[in-house]
């Protein structure tokens, strides 16, 4: 577009076309993010119901949302959806990560057919296992035609069990990605090491729980990271799979701030429980997130 | 040892193969289930064989199926998500490959800082944007509109296109665009004849990664569209849910393929650039 003669410097128009071609996704960060972060923040501490008001109303809604029943039924499902879909999704990826490291044919094909419920919506994936898990016609009547007459899986619609038809779900749904992560790490690491080892009379099972998973605890990290991102973020799965019920005994913080600011007029109080749920993100974001930018700088 | 290490690996590819059917076994009956008639799925079990085959649910899913108190089919739905998603794609894309040029080939005072404000917006639950949004559109004329749903798709990607685009750009030697600026090159000159001719895997990458969490999107299409802008996420969710007399899983099944094979059919060709951009994210830059 512009030329120049002298190389050397660069003229008024190089100094600054990169701050303002920047300067448009700059400010869409700066408003549309963290604005809207100070907005809802604002919200939050209004009287706000149906309709945004801006009449303080100090700590209230706070005070409303740890009073109510639901919010802490939503965070304690969290807490077990989060740490068995994070705990079996590790599991199965690791395990898979590991077999198909030992130089098996057609990896790629097995890989792919691994990967794939990645590519699909959590709505499509809630869809398909609602069906699957329904106690009239799906798995319950499967096991009971194979002969197994008493069996019940009545998970779906027993409030005590819902939430963990959102854990295989979401089990099935992620492990395959875990495996691809570990894959890509157990790649990286020096095959010279794991040679050694065998010389020395290790069995496989111990090089691997010793010397290659250990190595892998930066690739351990970050998986833990994005899957405790896709746990506190999860709302398809359960809108899809369970809607939250029965009752709301499926519901998970993300389901309840929807429903208590969108349909329920709660807007105050669906205010305060983002707020809550940001809190979360940050603290578990925020140290990772200095950790690596300074790390990538350093080195 | 010999007998040993042969069992070994028949033990190894059952368990793959075992995982393999665990995996497969969803997509199976989501296929088969939708080709039966409903007679057949009361009277039959879940992962029996179609005994004939029809593809009634299908047509019914498409084109007359109840979302709500509508009975049109996804078809509407499907065409809100194609308008929606290719805007959106395109957009967030070119900026995210501008910006990611910014960050990693023309760093300025506070660019490293920049780069960091908006890598956070990749973090954030959204649910914290969501009011904020809601009243925002309003003001534009935008709510309730497939415009309003791009420019959200849009705002709210950019922070992960710059992120893939930054990360792919740093490895881009210095010395060729030191070279390029030698010879004369401006900005615009550089990024055009140097820079993009030799992203083509990352415009892949990101093109694939926007597509498919756009497409599979279900929290702003259901907060800020309704009637007729939502997209085939909700349409999906509204035909599943619509409490009928009667509960058509075939129809359900039909619907839900419908509504994954866009992005089946791009994994099926590109799964290998959706991969790249999988472990990316997790993969220092």
């Known amino acids: 577009m512009t030329s120049y003669n002298g190389p050397a410097q660069y003229g008024f128009a190089e100094r600054w076309l990169p701050r303002l071609v920047l300067a448009p996704s700059f400010l869409l960060t700066l408003v549309f993010v963290y604005g809207f972060i100070l907005w809802n923040g604002y919200l939050s501490f209004t009287t706000s119901r149906l309709l945004p008001n801006y009449e303080w109303a100090g700590l209230a809604q706070y005070t409303t949302l740890f009073a109510n029943e639901r919010w802490w039924v939503a965070v304690k499902n969290l807490f077990i959806f989060g740490s068995l879909f994070i705990g079996g999704a590790m ?152 809607g939250g019920g029965p009752g709301f005994s499926s519901d998970v913080p993300a389901t309840f701030m929807y429903s208590t600011a969108f349909t329920r007029g709660q807007m ?30 350093n080195g | 040892m010999d007998n040993q290490n042969k069992l070994w690996r028949v033990a190894l590819y059952a368990v793959l193969v075992y995982a393999a059917v665990y995996y497969l076994l969803p997509l199976y009956i989501m296929a088969t289930t939708s080709v039966k008639s409903m007679d057949e799925i009361r009277a039959g079990n879940l992962i029996a064989l179609p005994m004939s085959i029809t593809f009634d649910a299908w047509g019914k899913a498409w084109a007359t199926a109840c979302t709500g108190v509508e009975c049109g089919g996804l078809s509407r739905y499907f065409w809100n998500s194609v308008q929606m998603v290719i805007p959106a794609v395109l957009i967030s894309t070119t900026l995210g490959a501008i910006n990611g040029y910014v960050l990693s ?68 030697p210095d010395e060729l665009i030191k070279a390029a600026r030698l010879d004369g090159a401006g900005f615009w000159r550089i990024f055009f004849k140097v820079v993009l001719p030799m992203s083509t895997p990352i415009v892949m ?31 999906l969710n509204n035909l599943a849910n619509t409490s009928t007399s009667v509960k058509e899983y075939n129809v359900d099944m039909a619907a839900a393929i419908i509504a994954a094979l866009p992005t089946i059919i791009v994994y099926v060709l590109a799964g290998k650039y959706f991969v790249r951009g999988l472990t990316a994210g997790a993969v220092k830059g």
């Open chain 2, 105 to 172: 080939k023309w760093r300025f005072r506070g660019s490293e800082l920049t780069f960091a404000l908006i890598l956070f917006g990749v973090f954030i639950p959204f649910q914290v944007v969501l009011l904020p949004m809601a009243q925002t559109l309003g003001w534009f004329g935008m709510a309730r509109s497939v415009a309003g749903l791009v420019f959200v798709h849009v705002v709210f990607g950019i922070a992960s296109t710059t992120l893939f685009f930054r990360n792919y750009y740093v490895g881009i």
């Open chain 1, 91 to 242: 599991a199965v990826g690791i395990f898979l990560a590991v077999l198909l490291d030992q130089k098996v044919r057609q990896e790629g094909a097995l890989r792919t057919l691994y990967l794939y419920p990645m590519a699909l919506s959590f709505i499509v994936t809630g869809t398909a296992w609602k069906w699957m898990l329904n106690p009239g016609l799906g798995l319950e009547k499967l096991v009971q035609d194979w002969g197994f007459t008493n069996f019940t899986f009545d998970w779906l619609v027993n409030p005590d069990m819902s939430i963990y038809t959102v854990v295989i779900a979401g089990i099935w749904q992620s492990s395959g990605f875990v495996m691809a992560l570990f894959l890509a790490g157990l790649r990286g690491i020096d095959d010279s090491i794991i040679k050694a080892a065998q010389i020395d009379g290790a069995s496989l099972p111990r090089i691997y729980w010793k010397i290659v998973l250990p190595a892998l605890r930066p690739v351990f990290f970050s998986t833990l990271m994005i899957l405790a991102h896709i746990a506190i973020k999860s709302f398809d799965l359960v809108m899809a799979l369970t």
């Open chain 2, 205 to 235: 990458v990101v093109l694939i990664w926007q597509f498919t969490q756009i497409w599979n999107d279900f929290l702003f299409g259901v907060v800020f569209s309704s009637g007729d802008s939502q997209p085939i996420t909700v349409g």
């Open chain 1, 268 to 297: 105050g109080v669906g205010a305060a429980s983002a707020m809550m749920m940001l809190m979360t993100v940050a603290a578990i974001v925020v140290p990772y997130l200095y950790s690596e930018l300074r790390g990538s700088r």
